[in-house]
């Protein structure tokens, strides 16, 4: 491969990394950049909704003449076709190897790959399937029914819980076992003659977080499924499904209730456990527990020089790894008045894995979960001054753009950019929540 296609792959992940679209997350292998390893979430309102998809990602010596080889990696070994165009052995069928005016141009790059990725998770993926489209009769109403609810209900149990459960170290059933790491796939799930991939440590802490995010909008998706299926109900095979590839199993919504809820117990449990971690790292003078000593000290004077006094932080019984955050909302604000505690988690492994805010006082509000976990956005995720930022960026924005992809309360979501009456009712809610935190 030539120095300028490597240059370009380069430019392609570093777009990506550093880009605002949340759908999307990519790493290298570190060994051989060619080899890229993505993981796509699943487009809101449809089946894949916040699912976490995996893909392998292989350029050639030829690329950008020729696309990239694409292996799906979420086939639950092998054993489950997530798609009419993308089949349990990993294939990935793509338009640009179709018709005259669909192939691959050497303008298209890996952001376009994704994407293409992203629309075969469709509203209606029975359609993506070649003379599916047009079948409208009473069989094929209900077979695309039928399709979608065991796609909705896998893409939770797959592709959602089966990952933290095997990161946790927790077996379905509920008990405990030796943690296997952020790998995502087991070797089982190797195709003959593919190269062993990576394990990528990133990937799992993003499905951890955003797991966190997204914990009510898979509650809503369970409630608004499981009064339409039996429980054990098996699932119907679709007529384009064969043998070896094909979505089989049945409905199990309570089961799939109780393994969530364990999850993010087990996820909270951990969370928990950082500061105490933390100080074992202090105690032995490691340089994260150093570093994060200097950071906490350096944001507490740039408030000090600033006369924000907004923000006021301290460090938890001295802990560097546990940072006590209130905030007061400032006069003429949506929040004026209001007094709001969080703490702020910060894993040993920081940034490799990113802290965990928690607030303390309820708030009604679009970027805080039911659960207070806070949705932010930091400009640089590697130094806490700008998480620090970014949390009273996330509080204090009172006209954010739409992103489906942040609904952390699907309530609140609702209201805010709803109907001009909705955007009231959102805006009194907010209001009694705040007035109740200065009580």
């Not at 998809?53 to 694409?70: C, L, M, T």
Request: aromatic residues 10%; proline residues 7%.
């Amino acid at each position: 491969m030539s120095d300028q296609a490597i240059l370009r792959i380069t430019r392609e992940i570093k777009q990506i990394q550093q880009g605002a679209d949340l759908s999307l997350a990519v790493a290298y292998d570190e060994s051989d950049i060619r080899k890229v390893h993505a993981l796509v979430l699943g487009p809101p309102e449809t089946p894949y909704q916040f699912g976490f998809f995996e893909f392998e990602i292989k350029f050639g010596k030829d690329y950008p003449a020729n696309p990239p080889s694409v292996r799906a990696l979420t086939t639950n070994k092998g054993r489950c076709r997530f798609n009419p165009n993308i089949y349990a052995s990993g294939k990935v069928c793509f338009t640009w190897r179709g018709e005259r005016g669909e192939q691959w141009s050497s303008a298209q790059g890996l952001e376009s790959i994704l994407i293409s990725i992203q629309s075969l998770l469709s509203i209606n993926p029975y359609e993506n399937e070649p003379g599916y489209e047009k079948a409208n009769t009473a069989e094929d109403i209900e077979c695309k029914a039928s399709y979608i609810a065991k796609i909705r209900h896998e893409t939770l149990r797959i592709t959602v819980i089966e990952p933290l459960e095997s990161s946790l170290g927790v077996l379905p059933n509920g008990s405990t076992k030796a943690a296997t790491g952020p790998s995502f796939e087991d070797e089982e799930d190797q195709l003959p003659g593919e190269d062993e991939k990576p394990s990528i440590d990133q990937y799992m802490d993003l499905r951890k977080r955003r797991f966190l995010w997204y914990l009510e909008s898979y509650i809503q998706a369970i409630n608004a499924a499981e009064p339409e299926t039996s429980r054990k109900r098996k699932f119907q095979r679709m007529p384009f499904e064969s043998q070896g590839n094909t979505m089989d199993g049945h409905f199990d919504y309570p089961e799939i209730r109780r393994r969530l809820a364990f999850v993010k117990e087990k996820i909270v449990c951990e969370t928990h456990k950082w500061p105490t971690e933390g100080l074992g790292a202090k105690e032995q003078e490691l340089s994260i527990a150093v570093n994060l000593q200097r950071q906490y000290e350096q944001v507490v004077e740039d408030l000090k020089v600033q006369k924000n006094f907004a923000v006021d932080l301290k460090l938890v019984d001295g802990n560097p790894f546990l940072w006590a955050f209130t905030y007061f909302g400032r006069p003429m604000s949506h929040l004026d008045g209001g007094i709001f505690k969080f703490q702020i988690y910060i894993s040993p492994r920081f940034p490799d894995e990113q802290p965990r805010v928690f607030m303390e006082t309820p708030l009604f509000h679009i970027r805080v979960s039911k659960e207070g976990v806070l949705c932010y956005f930091p400009r640089r995720a590697d130094e806490m001054r700008y998480h620090v930022e970014a949390i009273v960026a996330a509080l204090e924005e009172e006209s954010p753009p739409y992103d489906p992809r942040t609904t952390v309360n699907p309530e609140a979501t609702k209201l805010f950019w709803g109907s001009s009456e909705d955007r009231k009712k959102y805006n009194r809610a907010l209001r009694r929540s705040v007035e109740k935190s200065a009580e």
